[in-house]
């Protein structure tokens, strides 16, 4: 991950004055889960997807993503900068199937932590979201142990985050483990 093209992107971001945050492999390589971040995720506010994608045009070039079953982000798009791959998820869905849609909630609550990179804010999501979110998509990457073990040494920090996932109409065994991650 190249580190100035995170601080282009969020000085921009911030200049829109929209909501957004780093998750995905970024945030775990933030909290030394991972060592190398191969891209970088921004959640976004998708009303701002447009204004997003103005910026994101005088930077760098954009990049066909087509969405995947079971997705449902609203607006998904991605753009290439200084040979780092960016992807932008604004109102990120999974459909459950049954006409269930996991929601990742992107609002002040879910951006629970920042980092200042010479003087510029990079917004983060929080490890919590990102365990529903990981378990949501079956954990193709094998992030969930990683997370397990960082919560017990490290503990919940955000655990009404975790709760009001619990009101989503998730998967029975998905919710068993968010149980079993309040129990840390």
């Not at 959640?43 to 910026?55: S, W």
């Not at 609203?74 to 996991?102: A, Q």
Request: hydrophobic share 40%; proline share 4%.
């Amino acid at each position: 991950m190249n580190i100035e093209v995170l601080k282009k992107i969020a000085k921009g971001l911030n200049e829109l004055q929209s909501t957004w945050a780093i998750g995905g492999s970024v945030l775990l390589n933030h909290y030394g889960l991972v060592d190398k971040p191969n891209d970088i995720d921004i959640l976004v506010d998708p009303n701002y997807a447009d204004e997003i994608e103005k910026f994101m045009d005088t930077i760098g070039k954009p990049i066909e993503l087509p969405s995947k079953e079971p997705f449902r982000t609203e607006r998904f798009f991605g753009y290439v900068v200084e040979d780092t791959m960016v992807e932008f998820l604004g109102g990120f869905k999974i459909s459950l199937g049954d006409d269930k849609i996991y929601r990742f909630i992107l609002d002040n609550n879910a951006i629970t932590d920042y980092m200042i990179l010479d003087g510029v804010k990079i917004n983060l999501t929080a490890l919590e979201d990102w365990f529903v979110a990981y378990s949501v998509m079956k954990d193709p990457k094998k992030r969930i142990p990683l997370l397990k073990e960082h919560f017990n040494k490290s503990k919940i920090n955000h655990r009404d985050l975790l709760e009001r996932n619990l009101k989503q109409d998730l998967p029975q065994n998905i919710k068993k483990d968010i149980d079993s991650i309040l129990r840390i």
